[in-house]
């Protein structure tokens, strides 16, 4: 019907002109954005924040390493300020980021990216002797993780190709550390985690 008359255009005033929209209810567009949280209808905005629980996953793989038998140097959560004790290959483990990776109305499953730093005292041996032995445990370290399908705790697997966005990789460098120089492999090591984040 054209609306080409005075009178026809009368009859019409006061009804609202709906844009499309996103939601089934134009009108009320941005409220029930609101409501609908992470795209679940009936979920309020507040409900989208997730609790984060990353110390769990940490002391999993500080466990993990400890058990290979390579770090007879030790292993420890955080980056070391001093020189770590003996000659042997020493671990420290780091949180570079967190993020979702999945969500559903009852489950938040999380993007961790761990760093795992492998140190080597330069002076304990030959260069090549520490590339060797850097060489080999990042070799075995990663072999061992993406081979275990059973990790531990709600680990749910090693992300290597980076589906999530970051893929497994090392890279090699130098650090001194109280004075003394060591040779350093960091390993980048994307985990997907299950149940660690809440709707709170």
Do not use: C
């Not at 134009?26 to 110390?55: C, H, M, N």
């Not at 993007?111 to 060797?132: G, H, P, S």
């Amino acid at each position: 019907m054209a609306i080409n008359t005075a009178e026809k255009r009368k009859s019409i005033s006061g009804i609202p002109v709906l844009m499309p929209g996103v939601t089934p209810n134009s009108a009320k567009d941005a409220e029930w954005r609101q409501q609908s949280g992470w795209s679940y209808s009936g979920i309020a905005l507040a409900a989208a924040a997730v609790i984060f629980t990353p110390l769990p996953t940490l002391r999993v793989i500080e466990s993990y390493l400890m058990k290979t038998g390579f770090f007879t140097g030790g292993v420890q959560l955080g980056e070391p300020s001093q020189a770590p004790q003996g000659t042997g290959l020493f671990a420290a483990i780091t949180v570079r980021s967190i993020r979702p990776a999945h969500i559903s109305l009852l489950q938040v499953s999380q993007l961790y990216v761990l760093d795992i730093m492998l140190y080597r005292n330069m002076l304990a041996e030959t260069a090549q002797e520490t590339e060797q032995k850097l060489a080999l445990a990042v070799q075995q370290v990663a072999s061992n993780l993406l081979g275990d399908f059973d990790i531990g705790a709600t680990i749910r697997n090693v992300d290597p190709g980076g589906v999530y966005g970051q893929p497994l990789t090392a890279q090699w460098g130098h650090v001194s550390l109280g004075g003394v120089m060591h040779r350093v492999a960091t390993m980048r090591l994307p985990l997907v985690v299950n149940d660690t984040a809440d709707f709170g």
